[in-house]
């Protein structure tokens, strides 16, 4: 799938891609395999190789110029390699953008760079090639004419892709990384990742839902099902499956010091945490997120209590069994 949207001062593109042949490739691969080995071709088995691909990038062209990189994605890590790129189009290249959505080639290019084996992989797909083969409603322009213009009434634009926006900060949350995964109009898998620092699409396909694989620093992902409101895709806190915890030690004096230990055992498939804290004035109270996974905390708080009170005595060291994240120790 390929978008342009926008205005022809200010416009963005996006081109959902994959790595991996067609039927037609295949078997051309296949047939090449088989003679050069002198087998009948039913008998070759094609399979995937040992490859890695570290980056992809959309590129575009101008005859005589530089290339521009227009976006950058890593990939879904698995065959067949797919990558959602959106990215700001300048206006010098927002008729090469539009050239390439109509089929004209050489204007837009996906490029692949991986690793097979020790060997360096670069593979470069046409933009303007695979669109001149793809159904009308895999590729959009949606232009004003300027800013201050109402969008085109096309039909297929509500329908095209809807506004993401992430709200939690992945590396400071216990989500590390974070892969969804869909399909385009015309059935074909893509999967963009979340990570620390990583570039964040503007806007996703249109869909019922997507599939969430939601990572930790270590252990098995979870798997959430995204759905989209009414303002587009959000991925939040709730989306995640993430639930705050909050723990309250009140009463306490000026120079007492409280100090918990506390171990979170989620009861399904999210992510056990552990983490000590200590309690101070003026509000006794320390709040931090775990990944139940679910709606709620959905498994147990563990909290080892060691206080020492204001003249220096130390309270006897207890322990608190939680099944709610709010917690007063």
Not at 74 to 89: K, R
Not at 165 to 173: H, I, K
Not at 310 to 322: D, L
Request: hydrophobic share 40%; proline share 9%.
């Amino acid at each position: 799938m390929a978008t342009v949207v926008g205005t022809d001062t200010s416009a963005s593109v996006q081109i959902s891609a994959h790595w991996w042949p067609d039927g037609k490739e295949t078997a051309a691969l296949v047939a090449q395999a088989a003679e050069k080995m002198d087998v009948p071709a039913a008998t070759v088995i094609v399979t995937p190789g040992p490859v890695t691909v570290r980056q992809v990038t959309l590129v575009a062209r101008r005859e005589g110029e530089e290339e521009t990189v227009l976006a950058s994605s890593a990939s879904s890590g698995m065959p067949p390699y797919t990558a959602l790129l959106t990215g700001p189009l300048p206006p010098a290249l927002l008729a090469v953008a539009r050239e390439a959505l109509n089929g004209r080639q050489g204007q837009l290019l996906v490029r692949f760079d991986g690793v097979l084996g020790t060997d360096e992989v670069v593979r470069d797909l046409d933009v303007g090639e695979a669109m001149s083969d793809a159904p009308a409603d895999a590729r959009h322009v949606f232009l004003t004419g300027t800013a201050t213009e109402s969008p085109t009434t096309d039909p297929a634009a509500p329908a095209a892709t809807l506004p993401l926006r992430l709200t939690v900060a992945l590396g400071t949350a216990p989500v590390r990384a974070v892969d969804l995964t869909g399909t385009d109009s015309a059935g074909a898998p893509w999967t963009v990742t979340f990570s620390p620092g990583g570039p964040v699409p503007e806007q996703l396909p249109t869909a019922e839902s997507l599939d969430m694989a939601v990572h930790g620093e270590s252990g098995k992902p979870y798997r959430r099902t995204l759905r989209p409101g009414a303002s587009g895709w959000t991925i939040d806190e709730a989306a995640l499956g993430l639930v705050t915890v909050t723990c309250q030690a009140p009463g306490r004096t000026d120079g007492a010091v409280v100090v918990l230990d506390v171990w979170y055992e989620p009861a399904g498939d999210g992510l056990p945490d552990h983490r000590t804290v200590t309690l101070g004035k003026p509000d006794w109270t320390a709040s931090w997120l775990v990944a139940s996974a679910q709606d709620d905390l959905g498994g147990e708080l563990v909290i080892d209590v060691t206080e020492t009170t204001a003249g220096g005595v130390a309270v006897p060291k207890h322990t608190v069994h939680s099944t709610s994240p709010q917690v007063r120790v």
